[in-house]
């Protein structure tokens, strides 16, 4: 069966600062949150590989981009590395040295017929940020955020017209204040909301600051909100464990992003759990006042849950599963290197809520991929990695969501994670994204994989042949 996008949809790809550029050129203060995440835990990191090296796109960047061009990337979202951009984070002093890359990877990209994308922050908050103030728990460095956050707009709004305040935002204060699964480890679930406003806050005012720097522009969030799916949508328990996990997991950033405001329920468990952060009045109307308009959305996998079977201890710190139990739901499907499940259909189930709910926004799914680990045995006799695992994911998730366009939901792009292979905190370079290989045991050389004909052809064409879903 042939499957066609509208005019102006378009295949991209990603890549992140921190998981490609390397540390090169950056002085020893000029380290990021996840540098931190590795140099104090760095025994659990896959072979203890880091984001010192990565795919050393910052030294590669020239003789990437084409072979990014080759793999039909239309559009790519990157990140600036705050750290890296400023020297003096607190005056706003720009290091021009990386001020100059990131401009010379716009034009690189734009000569080779890349639209190029940016984002502000994929968890590059600076060391010194977070050691001095606690990073986004601060409203200082709010303030010092959107600083920075009007400097990168006067630098490359002449060439970059779509820009992202954040990619990700829950997952540094889920992963690391609340669940307590990666560096600090963690369990302050106070911190953790104080971290989430503090980014909120963080969105609206970059908003702000745009729409009078650049109001031809678009600006919007990327979000990983995890599609929730109750155990048995008709059974009242499930459906209300379904509805908390939602308010915590999906609708915290995509509610004060589109719609304005906090869902309640939120707020009000919150407050009953004693972990509410500090909400004003001026909080509020400025979170009202400026709404994105774009969203990104990165999916993976849902999150099945179900009404709470195992008991609570009330003398551990307040987690939201207090209020419902994960639902592992038999037979699943399963990406067996990543542990993660494999549900194409929830493209469609988000776009569909998008439309219903969140005013049909003009959106782009802004990841999705599929990792696997020691891909190398899948090279043929000239060396090159015979994806065909990655080719079907894609396809697969492209034809659910074009049954979602086709049923009127705004979406008009979608990006693979990842461009070319890179670090992913803590499995590092175990398990592989890119469409582009990164060799580690040949001096990081580059190969095309098979996945990169097939996506090329789609992207040409805006067209693929993929069995009825």
Request: aromatic content about 16%; hydrophobic content about 35%; proline content about 6%.
């Amino acid at each position: 069966m042939k499957y066609t996008f509208p005019e102006g949809f378009k295949l991209g790809a990603t890549g992140a600062g921190w998981q490609m550029e390397g540390e090169t050129d950056k002085r020893p203060d000029q380290k990021h949150f996840p540098h931190l995440m590795w140099e104090n835990d760095r025994e659990n990191w896959y072979l203890g590989l880091g984001p010192d090296v990565a795919s050393d796109f910052y030294g590669h960047f020239r003789e990437d981009i084409p072979m990014f061009r080759k793999a039909g990337i239309l559009q790519y979202r990157f990140n600036i590395d705050w750290s890296r951009f400023l020297d003096d984070y607190e005056n706003v002093v720009v290091n021009e040295k990386a001020a100059q890359y990131y401009s010379d990877v716009i034009d690189c990209l734009i000569e080779n017929g890349i639209e190029p994308v940016l984002c502000l922050e994929h968890w590059e908050l600076p060391a010194a940020l977070y050691e001095k103030y606690d990073g986004y728990a601060s409203r200082h460095v709010v303030d010092l955020y959107a600083r920075y956050a009007r400097e990168a707009f006067r630098r490359y709004g002449d060439r970059v017209k779509t820009w992202f305040t954040f990619n990700e935002p829950m997952v540094i204060p889920e992963l690391c204040f609340l669940n307590g699964f990666w560096w600090p480890k963690e369990h302050q679930p106070a911190r953790a909301f104080r971290w989430i406003h503090g980014k909120i806050l963080c969105t609206a005012r970059a908003v702000e600051i745009f729409r009078q720097e650049l109001p031809e522009g678009k600006i919007g969030v990327i979000v990983n909100p995890p599609y929730i799916i109750p155990r048995d949508a008709n059974n009242p328990a499930d459906a209300e464990a379904a509805d908390v996990a939602d308010n915590f997991y999906w609708r915290p950033f995509m509610d004060t992003a589109i719609l304005g405001h906090y869902p309640q329920k939120f707020l009000d468990i919150l407050q009953r759990e004693n972990v509410m952060f500090d909400l004003t009045e001026e909080d509020k109307a400025l979170i009202a006042k400026n709404t994105v308009d774009i969203l990104g959305m990165n999916y993976y996998q849902p999150m099945r849950v179900k009404a709470k079977e195992t008991p609570w201890d009330d003398s551990q710190p307040f987690h939201p599963n207090k209020y419902f139990d994960n639902y592992d739901m038999p037979g699943k499907r399963m990406n067996p290197y990543r542990g993660w499940e494999i549900y194409p259909r929830s493209l469609y189930d988000i776009g569909m809520r998008i439309k219903r709910e969140y005013h049909n926004i003009d959106w782009v799914v802004s990841e999705s991929g599929m990792g696997v680990q020691n891909e190398e045995q899948y090279k043929n006799a000239e060396g090159i990695i015979q994806d065909t695992y990655r080719i079907e994911f894609i396809a697969e998730h492209l034809a659910w969501l074009s049954k979602a366009v086709a049923e009127g939901c705004n979406c008009h792009g979608y990006w693979l994670f990842a461009s070319i292979d890179n670090c992913s905190p803590y499995n590092t370079f175990k398990n592989r994204y890119g469409l582009v290989e990164v060799d580690r045991k040949q001096n990081l050389k580059r190969r095309l994989k098979a996945s990169a004909d097939w996506y090329r052809a789609a992207a040409e064409s805006n067209s693929f042949d993929f069995k009825e879903i």
